[in-house]
């Protein structure tokens, strides 16, 4: 058998132990303390048939991904200021290796007293999740930038803004990516416990909703959909940051 | 431009640096040295002689502590895209293509897209690169690359071309067919070539002077005229003569450098 052929039949093989152990288990206990997987299926079933679902992924997304971006876009242009002036980054340091071992969630009650129940909070906690790693990898990739490229666009008599522009922005920009990377990954698993904390909707309180009437096979529904989005979401990034690659020159 | 003075002019250059330790040292010493316009120069020596620094010192990434350095009588006050600088990593900006690459400086020096592309290309042509225009730097060999910040120089038309150990890191094979084509681009453009190495054979293949320094402190030991025209031939007793000279030289300095640092001990 190829490698190609290992490589589907493998994970197959894991995925049919897993669901055989876990039948083999929910067969031990009730199902309100373990359903077993038909059971799963049956309340993603019933939730998507009944509409809540794809009303409670919709929002989450819409969460997650304007989050993320308000994320992006603040922690970028700052990474790529404090990366670059020495000095700054020296007075603000101590700041962000105070507040970074926070968690998100540790900011919720503070989040509710400032912008109420609602969508706010949630985003709030998302926007931190991904804020640090955004911050720290953007601010180390420029750092990070061979001396070579500031000498050679120094000699040729590159402005500043050449230099920053056409010279540290995209030598920084591979690193850059990898702080993107981790941060989805950090963002998608805040998401949940922000939308379990203070939102009316999302698949964080569609768990909480679920536990509330006992339904565990709508709490396991739940986690399954958001362990598959957020394996989707991963995947996703990845190609982007394949082709991102490919368009720099660095990717093999 | 008058004749009267010399194209690069360094008088009793003096660099000094704190070492890891925290104590002084000197890496340059009262140093004197005039290059004449379209001359090629070589600068040999033992490693820690300061053959680095004097260029980095030229090109203007670093300031002299005491002395003056100047390029057509004006003191250097920093990088001048008329003075090019040519790494052995070769500073080539991975993301943009072999094109893109040679474009930069041409860039940076606001001439119009039109225009540019016909230099980058005559630049190309010139180090016989214009099949791999659209390739990235990563997909080149070392002697292709090193090709490729060479025609990035020589595209904004430089007077002086400085370049720091920039064959070193190539085989051998590689280097010395470098070398061939750095003497014909030399003879066709002639730009005055100030180059460091530390192979005495490629001094000798290539400098019209060859400017052995000695360390601790690090100093000129001996200017040697190479009276060789070119092309040179490798395997002439001629060139045999030079090596065997410069050789023999390079062991004293070397002598001395090591019993320098028994005596340190």
């Known amino acids: 058998m190829n490698s190609k052929a290992f490589k589907i039949v493998l994970p197959l093989l894991t995925g049919t132990i897993?669901?055989?152990?876990?039948?083999?288990?929910?067969?031990?206990?009730?199902?309100?303390?373990?359903?077993?997987?038909?059971?799963?299926?049956?309340?993603?079933?019933?939730?998507?048939?009944?509409?809540?679902?794809?009303?409670?992924?919709?929002?989450?997304?819409?969460?997650?991904?304007?989050?993320?971006?308000?994320?992006?876009?603040?922690?970028?242009?700052?990474?790529?200021?404090?990366?670059?002036?020495?000095?700054?980054?020296?007075?603000?340091?101590?700041?962000?290796?105070?507040?970074?071992?926070?968690?998100?969630?540790?900011?919720?009650?503070?989040?509710?007293?400032?912008?109420?129940?609602?969508?706010?909070?949630?985003?709030?906690?998302?926007?931190?999740?991904?804020?640090?790693?955004?911050?720290?990898?953007?601010?180390?990739?420029?750092?990070?930038?061979?001396?070579?490229?500031?000498?050679?666009?120094?000699?040729?008599?590159?402005?500043?803004?050449?230099?920053?522009?056409?010279?540290?922005?995209?030598?920084?920009?591979?690193?850059?990516?990898?702080?993107?990377?981790?941060?989805?990954?950090?963002?998608?698993?805040?998401?949940?416990?922000?939308?379990?904390?203070?939102?009316?909707?999302?698949?964080?309180?569609?768990?909480?909703?679920?536990r509330n009437f006992l339904r565990t096979d709508q709490i396991l529904a739940g986690m399954l959909l958001i362990g598959v989005l957020g394996l989707i979401i991963y995947r996703g990034m990845k190609a982007f940051e394949q082709a991102i690659g490919r368009r720099w020159g660095v990717a093999s | 431009m008058s004749d009267s003075f010399p194209k690069i002019k360094l008088s009793a250059v003096e660099k000094r640096f704190i070492s890891a330790c925290g104590d002084e040292q000197i890496a340059l010493s009262q140093l004197d040295l005039e290059i004449e316009s379209g001359e090629i120069v070589c600068l040999v020596g033992p490693s820690g002689c300061g053959k680095t620094t004097i260029i980095n010192l030229m090109a203007g990434f670093e300031k002299p502590y005491s002395g003056s350095v100047q390029i057509d009588g004006k003191p250097v006050s920093g990088p001048d895209p008329d003075h090019i600088m040519i790494f052995q990593d070769y500073g080539l900006y991975p993301w943009r293509t072999v094109l893109g690459n040679v474009l930069f400086g041409l860039q940076a020096k606001g001439i119009s897209p039109g225009e540019a592309s016909d230099k980058a290309m005559e630049a190309l042509e010139l180090v016989g690169?214009?099949?791999?225009?659209?390739?990235?730097?990563?997909?080149?060999?070392?002697?292709?690359?090193?090709?490729?910040?060479?025609?990035?120089?020589?595209?904004?038309?430089?007077?002086?071309?400085?370049?720091?150990?920039?064959?070193?890191?190539?085989?051998?094979?590689?280097?010395?067919?470098?070398?061939?084509?750095?003497?014909?681009?030399?003879?066709?453009?002639?730009?005055?070539?100030?180059?460091?190495?530390?192979?005495?054979?490629?001094?000798?293949?290539?400098?019209?002077?060859?400017?052995?320094?000695?360390?601790?402190?690090?100093?000129?030991?001996?200017?040697m005229d190479v009276k060789l025209s070119y092309p040179r031939e490798r395997t002439e007793s001629n060139f045999a003569s030079f090596r065997k000279e410069l050789f023999e030289e390079f062991h004293l300095v070397h002598r001395q450098a090591l019993d320098g640092v028994e005596y340190q001990i």
């Open chain 1, 18 to 210: 897993f669901v055989a152990l876990w039948q083999f288990a929910a067969g031990r206990y009730t199902p309100e303390q373990l359903p077993a997987p038909v059971d799963v299926l049956k309340a993603i079933k019933e939730l998507s048939d009944n509409g809540v679902l794809w009303g409670h992924i919709g929002i989450s997304l819409i969460r997650f991904s304007s989050a993320y971006l308000l994320a992006v876009v603040v922690a970028i242009p700052l990474g790529l200021f404090l990366g670059r002036f020495f000095r700054c980054h020296a007075a603000i340091d101590p700041l962000i290796q105070v507040l970074r071992p926070i968690s998100p969630i540790a900011w919720f009650p503070l989040a509710v007293l400032w912008f109420g129940i609602g969508n706010a909070p949630a985003i709030f906690i998302i926007f931190l999740a991904a804020f640090y790693p955004v911050l720290l990898t953007t601010i180390s990739a420029v750092r990070g930038v061979p001396e070579v490229y500031i000498k050679v666009a120094n000699n040729f008599g590159a402005g500043s803004r050449m230099t920053f522009l056409r010279v540290i922005v995209p030598a920084a920009f591979p690193g850059i990516m990898v702080g993107l990377h981790i941060a989805v990954g950090t963002a998608w698993i805040h998401l949940v416990a922000g939308e379990m904390l203070g939102a009316q909707s999302g698949l964080g309180y569609m768990i909480v909703d679920a």
């Open chain 2, 129 to 223: 690169l214009v099949s791999a225009k659209d390739k990235h730097p990563h997909e080149l060999s070392g002697g292709m690359k090193q090709r490729v910040s060479i025609a990035r120089a020589l595209a904004v038309e430089p007077s002086v071309l400085f370049m720091d150990e920039p064959f070193a890191a190539l085989d051998a094979f590689t280097r010395l067919h470098l070398q061939d084509e750095l003497l014909r681009i030399w003879q066709e453009k002639r730009p005055t070539i100030v180059f460091v190495t530390h192979d005495l054979d490629e001094a000798i293949t290539l400098g019209q002077r060859v400017v052995l320094m000695a360390p601790n402190p690090g100093r000129i030991q001996r200017v």
